[in-house]
């Protein structure tokens, strides 16, 4: 199952069901059908805090996944996608395309974080692109995200 949260500074966003989507199908065409995760869609200053508080950043980044810790949760619950809204919708702009579609590849790659996937070498950033473009497309999304883009390689 896929727990969505939206802060109440973001409740005019509409792509509850979008996104829904993005994490469905990553699971699924990843293997993990049956896994649950939390997506929490926020602001800037929530993601700073929690950038500074577990990774030693002191920025804004546009997403961080936080991986659950399977001895003191259900099994299956992966952990939590949560993205800045802000940061969205600047890429989005700066990208050329729209906010949904930037939230849903934002989506689509935190829960790659909680399946493993990280892009610090640049063998794993090729094969985390690889997984992210392949899910974009079966979900009819085109985009044209290259692995040296760094507005997708600050986190």
């Not at 869609?41 to 399977?70: C, E, H, Y």
């Amino acid at each position: 199952m896929i727990h969505i949260t939206i802060d109440a500074a973001h409740r005019n966003i509409r792509t509850k069901s979008l996104l829904q989507k993005a994490a469905e199908t990553t699971l699924i065409r990843e293997g993990n059908k049956d896994s649950d995760l939390s997506l929490v869609l926020t602001t800037d200053k929530k993601l700073r805090t929690l950038n500074r508080q577990f990774r030693g950043i002191d920025q804004v980044t546009d997403v961080l996944s936080f991986p659950g810790d399977l001895k003191g949760n259900e099994p299956g619950y992966l952990g939590d996608v949560i993205i800045s809204v802000e940061r969205a919708k600047a890429q989005a702009k700066e990208a050329g395309h729209s906010l949904s579609n930037e939230l849903s590849l934002l989506t689509i790659h935190g829960v790659l974080h909680l399946l493993g996937y990280d892009h610090g070498e640049p063998a794993a950033k090729a094969k985390m692109w690889v997984a992210q473009n392949k899910i974009l497309q079966a979900l009819g999304i085109t985009l044209d995200v290259d692995p040296a883009v760094e507005a997708y390689s600050k986190h």
